[in-house]
Every structure is written in C-alpha cells, then in structure tokens.
C-alpha cells in the first residue's frame, strides 16, 4: 500500500520503520531536513521537506492516490487539517495523532466531517495499560484480546515455581488450571513451544487465560499479590491525568507528584478528589515524606527516561506490589532488565501497534480481520486476535487443526467461540464467527490465511 506519513518525530519515525519493514510504498513529510534525512537513509523512503498541511506538499507526496495519510506532527489541530486536505484530495483513509483532552468528546460527534478514519491518543492509550496492568499486579506485563475475554500475561519462572522441570503438556493437570504458554524468552533466545518444551529458572513466559484462571493460576505458583489501592504516580503529564481520571472512578486514591506549580495548579482543578503535591518526584526524602512506603503501586511518568528508571529502582527496593516505569528509548531495555525494572510501558510503541492493526485490517483479502495486535517479547513476537467472518470459509473453517499445515514459529493459542474459549488441540476447528488468537515470530500476518505454510 501508498502510506504517507505527516511528521518524523519519534511515532512518526517508529510507524516508518514498521511500516516499511512491512513491504509498504511509504512518503514521510516533515519541516525538519535532518530527520527526514535520517529517516530516508536508514529505511529507504522517501522525504518530502515541507508543511504537511500544504495543497502543493501533499501533492508532491501523491496524497491523491495514497491508500492511507497518517498525521503525527506535534500539534493535534495541525494533524487533522492533514487529515482534511487529505481527504479532499482523495486519499482512501486519514489517521490523526490527537492528544488533547479537550478534543476526547467532539472527535467522535466529528469524526465522519472531518474524514477521519482513525485518530490515536498515546497518552490515552498509555494510561489505560498501565491501568490494565494494576489490575494484576502479578503479571510483569498484560495484553486484553476478545474485549477482556482472555488475557495474556506474562510472568517469571522464578526459583521454587512449581512450573520448574515440567513439560508444558503437564502443565493443566499438574495446576488444575487451563492455560496456554505461548512464548518463553530464555537469555537472548525467544521459542514459540510445543508442548515437550521444559521450563527453567529465569525463563519469561506469556501465558493466555481467562481473568478468572490468572487469579488461581498466580495463587497456585505463590505469586498472587494483594490488589491495588494507593497508587503513586511521579509525573504530571497527560498519561498521569489520564490515569487517575481511571483509577478515581474504580474508588482508587491517587496521589500525584509534580514539581511544575503551574501544572499542578491544572491538576487540581480538573481531578479534584486526587491529591496533587509540588515537588520533585526523584528526591527520596520527599517521597518518605509522601508516603511511598505505604502505597500499594509507583506509576513513574516523568518525561525522562533516566529519572523514571532511578525513581523505579528505589520503589523495587521498598517491596511495592507493583512499579510500572514509563520509557521513550527501548535502548535501554538492558539495563531495565539488569535493574530489575520489569513492568515497562511505551506510548510510542502502543500508538505504532494501533496503526499497523488498522493498516492490516485495511490489507485483509479473506473476510478474517485482525481485530487486536500485541507485540510481546520486547516486540520480538506477536499475538494477533482474527475475527473469522461469516464469509471466509474454506481452507481454514471446519478443518481439524493436525490437518492444517502451519507456518513455523507459530501457535494457535486460543479460539473463543461466543463466550466459550478452546485451548486447542489438534481434534479442534476453526469455525465462521471464532475469534482466533495466534502467536508468531513472523511479522507479516495480514490475514488468518496467512498462517497456513504454503511453500
């Protein structure tokens, strides 16, 4: 597909760099010539300098015929003006970057006059994982698919785990519990298991279950943790206002730290029943004084890296039951991994996830629609969710799965069949109206169909 992509800050270099690894004829627009230079050396596009709002910059980048214009410059009214002139030049869809709160409401009243077919909030989307993963503070990271249905989580194999030396086949009647481990990151290696596959100390492993199956499962491995009251969040940002707006309605108490009095000052005014202190958030004295010792879970939001991660460190030290640590730069992930940090969110990567489901969703040929796309395993795998719809049918529908020849380095991990959810074995089909969770190191699945090996 024709993308042109408007602003080549870092969503917009991410977006590029996926999007072409994707096979995608992508135009990136941008005021900056050292970015777009940067961008069009290291991913071969082509960089068009100029405002992306521009009749005669659009047309240079063949808006006209681009199946898709995404608009992630810094500046929300900017990208829906793209999106505008976008569509009035005739591109097929428009995708906007929007992240000011003001905008939420009227975005869904003028949507269809402002011919978007898609806008994308980082900061929304980031609050409600972080959300999501307070919510089982056991898991080191979690990922919803069949509107919360089934959850995939991952969690540690940690020294004494009854999981230890057992063969992933075992593992239901050992537990009593149905589960499915569909991917082990071992040291630098990542696996997609079968069912021989031995787990040991240290391994990383992503786990699909029902909500109600993680709660046993986590009580049964010793690792189960009280839920979430008091939450700490250092950082007042848009994530951080998002955040709390969600944690006040589940009856949560939120205290915030911010050291702008000007964005506190805001803070205040807009979460009332959230206590907002000013003061630096990495000052260890003030967060003694603030109580960190006595909170439940550190939500670290301010916008540098390096603070995050020291202010992280000092709340693993102080037993917390979660610390979710906000990072920019994925270079980092060794050191987090050395430091212990384990629960780590990334706007950047949330809001590229969302595009790149929806660009696949516009690729689909056989009616099988990527619903939900998670990258898991430090982006190393994926876990994508298909609708089967009532049309495809075939050489996927009613077939049992031992009879289907599947690419490699790829998992079935779950069908739900109405409110039914199948692990399944090889006696099990694909039917019209499932939802399909797959598992894969490959990158390129557009449709269901595509998991068949057809070399």
Known sequence: MKIVIVG???????????????????????NSPDALRSSVEIYDVMGISGNGASYAVQKEAGVEEADLLIAATSGDELNLLCCML???????????????????????????????SMTVNPEQAAAREIARMLRFPSALKLDSFARGQVELVEIKVKAGSPLLGQALYSL?????????????????????PTGNFVLQEGDKISITASPSELDSLFRKLGIYRQKIHRVMVVGGGRIAYYLAKQLLKLGMPVKIIEKDPLRCEQL???????????GDGSDRELLEEEGIEDMDALVALTGMDEENIIISMYAGTLGLSKVVTKINRMSFQEILDGAGIESVITPKGITVNQIVRYVRAMENSQGSNVETLHRIVDGRVEALEFNVAGNCVGELTGIPLKDLRTRPNLLIACIIRGRQIIYPGGSDTIEAGDNVIVVTTNHQLQDL?????RS
């Open 172 to 192: 239901s009647g050992i537990l009593g519990i149905r589960i499915l481990i569909c991917a082990v990151r071992r040291g630098e290696e990542v696996y997609i």
């Open 268 to 278: 205040s005014d807009v979460l009332p029943r959230a206590q907002i202190i000013l």
């Open 8 to 30: 080549d800050g870092k969503v917009g270099q991410a977006l590029t760099g996926r999007l072409s690894e994707e096979g995608h004829d992508v135009v990136v627009i941008d």
């Open 86 to 116: 976008a569509k009035k030049l005739g591109a097929r869809h428009t995708i906007a970057r929007v992240r000011n709160p003001d905008y939420a409401d009227q975005l869904v009243l003028m949507k269809e006059e402002l011919g978007l």
């Open 449 to 453: 169909s595509d998991i068949l090996d």
